[in-house]
């Protein structure tokens, strides 16, 4: 069969054979019957055909500054990044004065796209998908350029304009964040977009020349700059209106200025993805940059040169934002323009689902030792946790699906293994807090105390009552994972009344000669942690 994929321009054939387009899933054991009850976990997207036609998907972004590949790989709802390889070129440098793309960029973005086609080659997926943003759209040696592309490397490079630029990043945005509702604010390195998103859809959008690379050079320093910037952001307000409580900010020159403000704050986790910032927060770090060295402050970031150089100037824009719109917070976005192109070529049917569940549903499946005995720890422990809110239970689900998934570390280290992978690995649709939090209850999967970790700094941002929950769902997991390697909700049943402080466990008497010592043990660790008394019930053959 001739397998096609919708993307952002149209239906694109995928000539390669099937078991070529999951090359990386073929392994994956496939024993669930097809008519199982999945329950409220959902039948799993990577079994089914047309996520699987998406398990590769190569872009190609031309953009001012930088180009940019990216391969996306495995779980399709949640972007996992097989390949990304990034060149700042700054096609759109001295665009302002002459009108033409910086020729040194053209040399360095031509020869960055022959060796990304290459690559793509090597990697045996399906042709690229390659877009270009405001200088090339802009140029007036623009369409020569994206000729010259066409014709030395066989690349089709689709100019998008800046409301379609600004409706595919805010598609990246609702990738990561199916619930997102706001202003989206794309910055590059010669314009800016806006995008109202709400309820799973992009509303209006608009484009302005407000990129940094445009910016440079102009006249009168910080003050004809301000001066420049305040009239456009003005309409901007007028167009897209300033009752938006969140914005979500992406782009290099705002993911720049969220690290500088982590350094400033002394912040300990250093995910750049939904790193939130107040408007105050952002006052005090533009202040911050102004007096800062900024030698000293791209090395303490790890922020390139070229970014660096455009900070000032992308910081005098967001001051600017923040005082046109009056967000209460601000949100910063990994997932942008090459994200919505994943995007776009997803079905409703993929894009409805949770991309945090569907992420750790893969990693189950290609990690642990048992696949598929997350949902079973689940429903074990579940009685433990009835009266939790929907956002608790879906942190539920996601630890006993990845409880087992760092199982190959040594296990002097397994603990920390698991916060560590749980507060930094790529999952999208968790909060900072919601990552140390997951990370805490892996944590004591493996680990009774927590005293003497190297996370100290990390846990200290939960509450007691999270620290408390964490440290309840790792010991329930604990003890649920000791008691049988199979289906522990079969051989025993856990009930907990909070209000009596009782924890009752009822054995089947295929159970007896699996709670031994240490699993007793370990339903006496879950008890205290809960503050209950325990009793053990048996029931007869």
């Given at each position: 069969?001739?397998?096609?994929?919708?993307?952002?321009?149209?239906?694109?054939?995928?000539?390669?054979?099937?078991?070529?387009?999951?090359?990386?899933?073929?392994?994956?054991p496939?024993?669930?019957?097809?008519q199982?009850?999945?329950?409220?976990?959902?039948?799993?997207?990577?079994?089914?055909?047309?996520?699987r036609?998406?398990?590769?998907?190569?872009?190609?972004?031309?953009?001012?500054?930088?180009?940019?590949?990216?391969?996306?790989?495995?779980?399709?709802?949640?972007?996992?990044?097989?390949?990304?390889?990034?060149?700042m070129?700054?096609?759109?440098?001295?665009?302002?004065?002459?009108?033409?793309?910086?020729?040194?960029?053209?040399?360095?973005?031509?020869?960055?796209?022959?060796?990304?086609?290459?690559?793509?080659?090597?990697?045996?997926?399906?042709?690229?998908?390659?877009?270009?943003t405001?200088?090339?759209?802009?140029?007036?040696?623009?369409?020569?350029?994206?000729?010259?592309?066409?014709?030395?490397?066989?690349?089709?490079?689709?100019?998008?304009?800046?409301?379609?630029?600004?409706?595919?990043?805010?598609?990246?945005?609702?990738?990561?964040?199916?619930?997102?509702?706001?202003?989206?604010?794309?910055?590059?390195g010669?314009?800016?977009?806006?995008?109202?998103?709400?309820?799973?859809?992009?509303?209006?959008?608009?484009?302005?020349?407000?990129?940094?690379?445009?910016?440079?050079?102009?006249?009168?320093?910080?003050?004809?700059?301000?001066?420049?910037?305040?009239?456009?952001?003005?309409?901007?307000?007028?167009?897209?209106?300033?009752?938006?409580?969140?914005?979500?900010?992406?782009?290099?020159?705002?993911r720049?200025?969220?690290?500088?403000?982590m350094?400033?704050?002394?912040?300990?986790?250093?995910?750049?993805?939904?790193?939130?910032?107040?408007?105050?927060?952002?006052?005090?770090?533009?202040?911050?940059?102004?007096?800062?060295?900024?030698?000293?402050?791209?090395a303490?970031t790890?922020?390139?040169?070229?970014?660096?150089?455009?900070?000032?100037?992308?910081?005098?824009?967001?001051?600017?934002?923040?005082?046109t719109?009056?967000?209460k917070?601000?949100?910063?976005?990994?997932?942008?323009?090459?994200?919505?192109?994943?995007?776009?070529?997803?079905?409703?049917?993929?894009?409805?689902?949770?991309?945090?569940?569907?992420?750790?549903?893969?990693?189950?499946?290609?990690?642990?030792?048992?696949?598929?005995f997350?949902k079973?720890?689940h429903?074990?422990?579940?009685?433990?946790?009835?009266?939790?809110?929907?956002?608790?239970?879906?942190?539920?689900?996601?630890?006993?699906?990845?409880?087992?998934?760092?199982?190959?570390?040594?296990p002097?280290?397994?603990?920390?293994?698991?916060?560590?992978?749980?507060?930094?690995?790529n999952?999208?649709?968790?909060?900072?807090?919601?990552?140390?939090?997951?990370?805490?209850?892996?944590?004591?999967?493996?680990?009774?105390?927590?005293?003497?970790?190297?996370?100290?700094?990390?846990?200290?941002?939960?509450?007691?009552?999270?620290?408390?929950d964490?440290?309840?769902?790792?010991?329930?997991?604990?003890?649920?994972?000791?008691?049988?390697?199979?289906?522990?909700?079969?051989?025993?049943?856990?009930?907990?009344?909070?209000?009596?402080?009782?924890?009752?466990?009822?054995?089947?008497?295929?159970?007896e000669?699996?709670?031994?010592?240490?699993?007793?043990?370990?339903?006496?660790?879950?008890?205290?942690?809960?503050?209950?008394?325990?009793?053990?019930?048996?029931?007869?053959?």
């Amino acid at each position: 069969m001739r397998l096609t994929k919708a993307g952002a321009f149209g239906t694109v054939p995928l000539d390669e054979p099937e078991d070529t387009l999951v090359t990386d899933m073929t392994d994956l054991p496939r024993t669930e019957p097809a008519q199982q009850d999945w329950g409220i976990f959902g039948r799993p997207l990577f079994l089914d055909q047309e996520a699987r036609a998406l398990s590769r998907v190569g872009v190609v972004d031309v953009g001012s500054n930088s180009v940019r590949l990216v391969v996306f790989d495995g779980a399709a709802r949640s972007p996992a990044y097989f390949y990304n390889e990034k060149i700042m070129c700054g096609l759109g440098a001295g665009l302002r004065e002459t009108g033409r793309l910086n020729p040194e960029g053209k040399i360095r973005a031509l020869s960055a796209i022959r060796r990304f086609q290459k690559l793509a080659q090597g990697m045996g997926i399906p042709p690229l998908t390659a877009v270009a943003t405001a200088a090339v759209r802009e140029a007036e040696d623009g369409p020569a350029f994206r000729e010259e592309i066409e014709r030395e490397t066989g690349l089709s490079l689709w100019v998008i304009d800046g409301e379609e630029e600004a409706r595919l990043t805010a598609q990246g945005v609702l990738l990561g964040w199916p619930e997102a509702d706001g202003l989206v604010c794309d910055i590059g390195g010669s314009s800016m977009e806006l995008a109202i998103v709400s309820k799973g859809t992009v509303g209006k959008r608009v484009t302005s020349p407000l990129g940094p690379l445009k910016l440079q050079g102009l006249k009168g320093g910080r003050k004809g700059l301000k001066d420049h910037i305040a009239p456009i952001m003005k309409d901007l307000a007028a167009t897209m209106g300033t009752d938006h409580k969140r914005i979500y900010l992406v782009g290099g020159s705002w993911r720049a200025i969220a690290r500088i403000d982590m350094e400033r704050r002394n912040y300990p986790l250093h995910v750049l993805h939904e790193y939130r910032m107040s408007s105050r927060s952002v006052t005090d770090t533009i202040k911050f940059i102004r007096k800062s060295d900024m030698a000293d402050l791209r090395a303490r970031t790890g922020t390139s040169s070229a970014r660096m150089s455009l900070v000032p100037i992308a910081a005098e824009v967001l001051r600017q934002l923040v005082r046109t719109f009056h967000p209460k917070e601000i949100c910063i976005s990994s997932y942008g323009i090459r994200e919505g192109l994943l995007f776009e070529q997803m079905p409703e049917s993929v894009r409805a689902r949770d991309p945090l569940i569907e992420a750790c549903r893969f990693s189950e499946q290609k990690d642990a030792r048992m696949p598929g005995f997350g949902k079973r720890l689940h429903a074990f422990i579940e009685p433990i946790f009835r009266a939790r809110q929907y956002e608790k239970m879906r942190l539920i689900r996601a630890a006993c699906l990845l409880h087992d998934v760092t199982w190959r570390a040594h296990p002097d280290y397994r603990a920390e293994v698991c916060f560590d992978n749980a507060t930094r690995a790529n999952l999208g649709g968790l909060t900072h807090n919601e990552r140390i939090f997951l990370g805490l209850a892996l944590l004591h999967r493996y680990k009774n105390s927590r005293e003497n970790t190297p996370f100290a700094d990390l846990i200290d941002m939960l509450s007691d009552r999270e620290i408390r929950d964490a440290e309840v769902l790792g010991k329930a997991m604990r003890f649920g994972a000791m008691l049988t390697v199979d289906a522990p909700n079969n051989l025993a049943k856990l009930d907990y009344f909070p209000k009596k402080k009782e924890l009752i466990l009822t054995l089947t008497p295929e159970a007896e000669d699996l709670f031994g010592e240490v699993t007793d043990a370990r339903f006496q660790s879950l008890a205290a942690s809960l503050g209950a008394k325990t009793e053990v019930r048996h029931t007869q053959a």
